[in-house]
């Protein structure tokens, strides 16, 4: 097979610094935008750097020895982290996703996990606090995260096939070492452990049945994820995705299934049931049934950059107003006046007229 690698497309520099209106409402706690979605979910990447480099997000011929990754001195601090959580909170969050590159890279992320977790949202409700992991690092760290009040954790797991995985993640990282890392998080309580495989069909679309009968009865939730046209530099073809259609009648084959309902309104997943009782899936289609119409994520990329949809070409510099001296007040203003006015479906679009867009990566933007 030859590999189709499309050169990065390196827009991480320039993104504007975002109007701080004068006469802004306060967070009423509920923020729609111009399609009417409100403001739920935020998904903080904490690092660009990963110690992986599946084919597919961080291919090593663009993520090789000379990619200039960012410097210490750009990434948000914890504190301004969880400065920004609080502002977003206001705005309607109630949901926060920690993410990378690969998270557990950012040396003593259980701080920042010790500064989110007690934070409250609508009515007094503590937020939800997760974060996706390729969990090499969980072993050592699923204890204290837990201690620090992370609640669960999602692992990424694409193959139990050690061959297989060790050549998608381009690393020959051990399969055996993340599911250490899966009991460990279990042990350490982080449930339920949700495990996405992302799948690319003639590399790893054998496994789809192999997790599904591994994970059954375990309590972990595994969700199978089409293959996405994130970022420029993943070479991705329409051919090589698996509509997640194909990956339900393929378990249904050996293990019967049942839709179920959504856990609440714009959940990405869509779950199934093993009619035997021995738990649930979920399906993420985002090529094949947009959910962009249900879309209430933000993303805040390393260094303080909002996008509004994990498809844009642009984010907006928050870190210039956190370090240009503005009141909690004007950043509220500002992220308000932002996300009314968001109108992202990339999804909903897609074309070959999207095809060259400049998108930003993934383990930049954070999954
Ligand atoms: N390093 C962490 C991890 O491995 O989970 C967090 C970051 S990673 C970018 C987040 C998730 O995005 C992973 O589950 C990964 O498999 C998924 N991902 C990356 N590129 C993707 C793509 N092109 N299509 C679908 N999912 C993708």
């Known amino acids: 097979m030859t590999e189709r690698i499309i050169p990065i497309a390196d827009g991480r520099y ?27 979910d935020l998904r903080i990447s904490v690092t660009d750097r990963c110690n992986f480099r599946c084919t597919y997000c961080m291919p090593k011929a663009v993520f090789d020895k000379d990619y200039r990754f960012l410097p210490h001195a750009s990434l948000l601090s914890f504190e301004e982290i969880a400065r920004l959580a609080r502002l977003f909170i206001a705005h309607g969050v109630e949901k926060i996703r920690l993410t990378g590159g690969e998270p557990l890279l950012r040396k003593d ?18 937020i939800d606090l ?29 193959a139990l096939d050690d061959r297989v995985f060790r050549a998608m993640n381009d690393v020959d990282f051990p399969v055996a070492d993340v599911l250490a890392g899966i009991e460990a998080a279990d042990r350490a309580g982080l449930r339920p452990l949700k495990i ?81 009782g021995s738990g649930e899936i979920g399906v993420i289609s985002s090529v094949t049934q ?27 510099d928050l870190r210039a107003l956190l370090r240009g001296g503005h009141s909690d007040e004007q950043i509220a203003a500002a992220l308000g006046h932002l996300w009314s006015r968001r109108a992202d479906r990339y999804s909903e679009i897609r074309s070959s007229r999207t095809a060259g867009l400049r998108k930003i990566e993934m383990s930049y933007i954070g999954g």
């Not at 992320?109 to 503590?126: D, F, I, N, S, W």
């Open 14 to 40: 320039v993104a504007p610094v975002p109007i701080v209106p004068t006469d802004a409402p306060a967070p009423s706690g509920r923020l729609p935008d111009a399609r009417g979605r409100p403001l739920h």
């Open 109 to 126: 992320l259980e701080k920042l996990v010790a500064m989110l977790a007690p934070l409250t949202g609508a009515a007094g409700r503590p």
């Open 130 to 158: 997760t974060l996706t992991t390729n969990a090499s690092i969980l072993p050592r760290k699923a204890r204290a995260l837990r201690d620090a009040g992370l609640q669960r954790v999602t692992v990424s797991l694409d």
């Open 196 to 276: 996405n495989m992302v799948v690319k069909r003639g590399v790893n679309d054998h496994e789809i049945v192999p997790m599904a009968q591994r994970f059954r009865g375990s309590g972990h939730i595994v969700r199978f994820i089409e293959f996405m046209d994130v970022g420029a530099s993943n070479g991705w073809r329409m051919d090589d995705v698996v509509p997640s259609a194909e990956v339900v009648s393929r378990i249904a084959e050996h293990f019967p299934l049942q839709p179920v309902e959504a856990n609440y309104a714009g959940e990405v997943a869509e779950r199934w049931r093993y009619l035997d």
């Open 290 to 316: 947009p959910f962009c119409g249900s879309c209430t994520r933000a993303r805040l990329s390393t260094e303080g950059r909002l996008y509004t949809c994990l498809f844009a070409t642009d984010g907006h």
